[in-house]
């Protein structure tokens, strides 16, 4: 199916052209709750992560399945940190008589945590960022408030013997047996994380190892394939707007029809936001150029077993996250400079709208001009090959899609929790 390039460039484009516009939230006189008839405040977790748990220890409050039910509004956004652990931050929102009363908290889980300690600060985080609410309720006579004395050697910051690396060893092993199939799968690798406010560094070497055999017919089919490489970046952060960083990426892969390759890349983004705010809003732009080494198993469909390649890229995200629910869009571009037409296109969004109280709306899609297989094998691929996905194809174009619809209606609570089966 021949698609004409113009046309659907026209249409991305229009697709692609949107507005932003976030509106400050007033800072409102806070007035005392009145919602439900129990005396509690109504709240609106905008998260699923450990939600039964939340509600199971911090009872003293009502949950409700809207947003536009609530008292207040919580949103959850996780940020990792390599093998360090992860950021979570929980941003407060006033509704109704809370209106202009917004709170952030944030909570730092390590990756020696365990699920129990994690879930156990985010229930303390969160009960923390519930309290000015709480307080203008009947249950302010039932706070305690109390702040252990910390010694002046306490509040200095503590020495970092590892200076904020940490590293990871993995390995794993899947077997699946039966009379007339089997597969065996193993990967395994090793990391290494620097995380601060100045630097973003990883390091991170990998191996993976797929062998599958079938019989049919009396015929038995073996297949071995394999992905090893290593992915890793410096990145230096330069101030609110300006960030610099290094990449460099090593690939064997036999669906890639590559023996060995290693590809540099210097690059730089600019934010058209302070990084600051990335939390809620963030538009990028950011710029590669590079240069590589490709080893091919096979002959490719240019006559080359092996050759040097330059490119670019160009890539423009923007990301919006408020309470009526998430957008997020990126297009980007590349080519390779010994053939311009050797391109790559890309046009992906994604949308989570809250339509009206208990209806949600999920919109997915991507759009993909392909011109860069430069690594297809000659000749025609064995059907087995095809039919197991063991070797790439060639193309000229992807799309895929989702669209998704969600309405709840009933109760308008969901304090009650219940672990049975």
Do not use: C
């Amino acid at each position: 199916m021949k698609i004409k390039k113009s046309n659907i460039l026209i249409t991305l484009l229009a697709i692609f052209t949107f507005s932003i516009n976030t509106a400050t939230l007033a800072q409102d006189t806070i007035l005392p709750a009145n919602t439900s008839t129990n005396g509690l405040i109504d709240v609106f977790l905008d998260f699923n992560f450990q939600d039964q748990y939340i509600r199971e220890k911090i009872n003293f409050v009502n949950y409700v399945r809207d947003r536009q039910l609530a008292d207040v509004h919580i949103m959850l956004n996780r940020h990792s940190s390599g093998t360090a652990g992860q950021n979570y931050v929980f941003t407060f929102i006033g509704r109704e008589k809370f209106r202009g009363m917004n709170n952030e908290i944030t909570f730092w889980a390590h990756s020696t945590n365990t699920d129990n300690e994690t879930r156990k600060g985010m229930v303390d985080a969160l009960k923390l960022g519930l309290m000015p609410y709480v307080a203008n309720t009947f249950l302010v006579s039932k706070i305690n408030i109390n702040i252990s004395d910390i010694d002046i050697e306490e509040r200095e910051e503590v020495a970092d013997p590892w200076n904020n690396w940490t590293f990871r060893v993995y390995g794993g092993l899947n077997l699946r047996q039966e009379r007339r199939e089997s597969r065996l799968n193993s990967r395994w690798g090793f990391s290494a994380d620097k995380l601060s406010e100045d630097w973003k560094i990883r390091a991170r070497p990998f191996f993976n190892n797929n062998r599958q055999s079938f019989v049919a017919n009396d015929i038995e089919i073996r297949r071995n394939q394999f992905r090893h490489g290593f992915d890793g970046y410096l990145i230096r952060s330069i101030n609110q707007h300006w960030s610099v960083g290094f990449f460099l990426d090593m690939l064997s892969s036999t669906f890639h029809n590559i023996i060995f390759n290693i590809e540099a890349q210097p690059g730089i983004e600019y934010s058209f936001l302070p990084y600051t705010e990335a939390n809620y809003r963030a538009i990028t732009l950011d710029y590669r150029i590079g240069a590589g080494h490709h080893r091919y198993i096979e002959e490719t469909i240019f006559y080359k077993m092996q050759e040097n390649l330059y490119h670019h890229s160009l890539n423009f995200t923007a990301r919006l996250r408020q309470p009526w629910g998430s957008f997020e869009t990126s297009i980007s571009g590349s080519h390779y400079f010994h053939n311009y037409t050797a391109n790559r296109i890309s046009l992906e969004s994604n949308l989570q709208l809250r339509i009206f109280k208990g209806l949600s709306l999920n919109l997915w899609g991507g759009f993909e001009f392909i011109n860069d297989l430069v690594a297809l094998p000659a000749g025609d691929l064995p059907i087995e090959d095809i039919l197991l996905r063991q070797r790439r194809q060639a193309t000229d174009y992807q799309i895929s899609t989702h669209i998704g619809l969600t309405y709840t209606f009933g109760s308008e609570f969901v304090n009650v929790i219940n672990t049975r089966f």
